[in-house]
């Protein structure tokens, strides 16, 4: 039943569910953020340094990022599809889109992973 949805008999299914697994994933880090926040409080600059520091946690925090990045990707571009009609002016819009969202993942990697 859910592999016959899957399939390209219904192309929509397989956006959709992604766009609800990715804000699925987002909701639990912003609940795993909070409490973490709730329990650890840090008001200075060395504890927000130290509370970003375990690996576990920047791992995290990158896996969100690129669930934030395909959660939008998915999103905007059915705003475009539905609102920009003209077929060059929306491909050159979601040329930019992607090539924003690459240099978002791009910084979130950096920023998380390397440093």
Do not use: N
């Not at 329990?39 to 600059?45: K, S, T």
């Not at 925090?61 to 009609?85: M, N």
């Amino acid at each position: 039943m859910v592999i016959d949805l899957l399939t390209k008999r219904y192309p929509g299914m397989r956006a959709w569910l992604m766009q609800r697994l990715t804000a699925f994933a987002m909701a639990a880090y912003s609940i795993m953020l909070l409490v973490r926040i709730i329990i650890l409080q840090p008001a200075v600059y060395e504890e927000w340094l130290s509370f970003f520091q375990p690996i576990w946690f920047r791992i995290a925090s990158w896996l969100f990022w690129i669930c934030l990045s395909v959660h939008a990707w998915l999103g905007v571009r059915d705003v475009f599809k539905d609102y920009v009609p003209d077929y060059d002016i929306r491909v050159v819009l979601l040329k930019l889109l992607a090539t924003l969202l690459w240099a978002y993942i791009a910084w979130a990697s950096w920023l998380f992973l390397v440093r």
